[in-house]
C-alpha cells in the first residue's frame, strides 16, 4: 500500500497581508498529481488544515474543491485536526464524508479513531490521533497521573488503543515531539512554549509508521519512520533556504519477527511552488537590475543611505517583495547618538537638520545632499511666510 503524508496546509494563511490561496490551489493540485502518478492509496494530512479555527469562505472552499478532486481520483483521505484547526468544524458532516471515503475523526471524547483498509498482505491499521493538550485528556484517565505533562497524557491515550502488533499499524499525530531530548528544527515564526508542550518520540513506539504534523519543515524524529513532512509552501522567510517535499510511503508485508517500521520505506518527493520564498541583498540599483520575477522577496539593500520611494520602485519590477530592510540597521541602532556642540538656539534650520540627519543615519550630508536640502528649506520657509492668499504674511 502507498501512502501520502502532508501536512500543515494552513489554508487561508496570510504572509506579511498577501493572500496564499492562489498559491495554495497551486500546491495541493501538485499534490494529487504525485498522488496519481505514483499510484498512490491513501492521502494523510496531520493537521492544520486551516490556518485558523474559524476559516474564511474562501479558504473552505478551497479545501472543499481540494476533498472533491481526491476523491475523483479514487483516494482514501484520512485527516486530523491540528492546533490551528476547530476540531469540531474538521468533524462536520463526517458521516457524509465518509461513505465517500474521507475520515475526518470525532472530537476527542476518550477513544481514538481507527481506520482499517487492506491490501494484497492484509489490513493496515490507522490511527487518526487529534491534537490534544492535557487538559483534554485528563478527564477520560482519572486513575492516571497526568498533570500537565504532554508525554503522559499522549501515553495514557495510545496505552488504551487496542493495538494488534501482528498487523501493520500507521497513527496520525499533531504535537511538538521530541527524541532524547533534542526538538526537531524549527522555523522562526513556529510557536515556541519552552519544551513544556513536547511529547516524547518514545510515546509512538508501538507504530509502524508516525505521520506527524506541526513542524514546518521535513524532518525524521529518533528514528525514519516517524516523520514530519512539514508544510508545503513555505510560510516564512526563515525558510527560504530550505526545500519542500512530500512523503511518498510503502507499506510492505509485515512478516513475523519484524522490528517495527521494518515494513515500511519512503521517499521525499519535492514540491515546486508557483512562487518561490526568497531574500536577497545589494544596493537598490543591483537589485532592480536583476529583472522582473514574481517570488515573494525579502529585499535588504546594502546603499550607505535610505533610498527614496524604495518599495515603490522594487514593486515595479519584483510586484511580490513583501519585506524591504538595509543591512546597516543594527549598526546603525547601536551607534552612540551625536551630540550637538553648539546651542540649538544658535543654529540655523539647515544646520539643525544637518545634525538631525547625522544622529539619524550616522553620515554626514554631503554637498549634494546639503544643496537640496538647502533648497528645500527655503522653499518650505518661503511658503510658510505667505498668507493663504498668498501674499507676505501682514501685507494689507
Avoid at 468544524?89 to 464524508?97: C, D, F, K, M, S
Avoid at 513475523?256 to 521525499?268: A, I, K, Q, R, W
Wanted: net charge negative.
Amino acid at each position: 500500500m502507498k501512502v501520502l503524508h502532508v501536512s500543515d496546509l494552513h489554508i487561508g494563511k496570510r504572509v506579511n497581508g498577501m493572500s496564499m490561496l492562489d498559491d495554495q490551489r497551486y500546491i495541493l493540485r501538485q499534490i494529487l498529481d504525485i498522488a496519481e502518478k505514483c499510484q498512490v492509496s491513501v492521502l494523510l494530512i496531520a493537521g492544520d488544515v486551516y490556518d485558523k479555527a474559524s476559516p474564511s469562505a474562501e479558504a473552505v472552499t478551497v479545501f472543499d474543491a481540494f476533498l472533491t478532486d481526491a476523491v475523483a481520483a479514487g483516494l482514501r483521505v484520512l485527516a486530523i485536526p491540528g492546533n490551528h484547526d476547530s476540531a469540531e468544524r474538521i468533524a462536520y458532516a463526517q458521516g457524509l464524508l465518509e461513505k465517500q471515503g474521507v475520515c475526518l475523526p470525532p472530537v476527542y471524547a476518550g477513544e481514538v479513531e481507527r481506520v482499517e483498509l487492506e491490501d494484497e498482505h492484509g489490513p493496515v491499521e490507522f490511527w487518526l490521533l487529534p491534537f490534544l493538550k492535557p487538559g483534554d485528556v485528563r478527564r477520560f484517565f482519572p486513575d492516571e497521573e497526568i498533570g500537565d505533562d504532554y508525554s503522559a497524557a499522549l501515553r495514557a491515550v495510545l496505552g488504551a488503543c487496542a493495538i494488534d502488533q501482528g498487523k501493520r499499524n500507521v497513527v496520525l499525530s499533531h504535537q511538538l515531539v521530541t527524541a532524547y531530548g533534542t526538538a526537531p528544527d524549527r522555523a522562526d515564526d513556529e510557536i515556541k512554549l519552552g519544551g513544556m508542550d513536547n511529547v516524547d518520540v518514545s510515546v509512538y513506539d508501538a507504530f509502524d509508521y508516525v505521520a506527524l504534523g506541526h513542524v514546518h519543515r521535513p524532518q525524521r524524529v529518533g528514528r525514519d519512520t516517524v516523520r514530519y513532512s512539514g508544510s508545503p509552501l513555505k510560510y516564512s522567510f526563515s525558510e527560504a533556504r530550505y526545500g519542500k517535499s512530500v512523503a511518498l510511503v510503502e507499506l510492505r508485508e509485515k512478516k513475523s519477527g519484524d522490528e517495527v517500521g521494518e515494513c515500511v520505506s519512503f521517499e521525499l518527493i519535492p514540491l515546486v511552488p508557483l512562487h518561490d520564498v526568497r531574500e536577497i541583498r545589494g544596493t537598490l540599483a543591483d537589485v532592480l537590475a536583476m529583472g522582473a520575477e514574481s517570488d515573494y522577496l525579502h529585499i535588504t539593500l546594502s546603499d550607505e543611505h535610505p533610498q527614496l520611494d524604495a518599495m515603490a520602485k522594487i514593486h515595479e519590477v519584483f510586484p511580490n517583495a513583501m519585506m524591504l530592510d538595509y543591512n546597516n540597521v543594527t549598526v546603525l541602532i547601536d551607534r552612540p547618538q551625536t551630540q550637538l556642540t553648539a546651542d540649538p538656539d544658535s543654529m540655523d534650520t539647515l544646520d539643525l537638520f544637518s545634525a538631525f540627519y547625522e544622529s539619524q543615519v550616522g553620515n554626514s550630508l554631503d554637498d549634494e545632499q546639503r544643496a537640496f536640502a538647502r533648497k528645500l528649506i527655503a522653499k518650505v520657509e518661503d511658503s510658510a511666510a505667505k498668507g493663504p492668499d498668498g501674499q507676505e504674511e501682514g501685507a494689507q
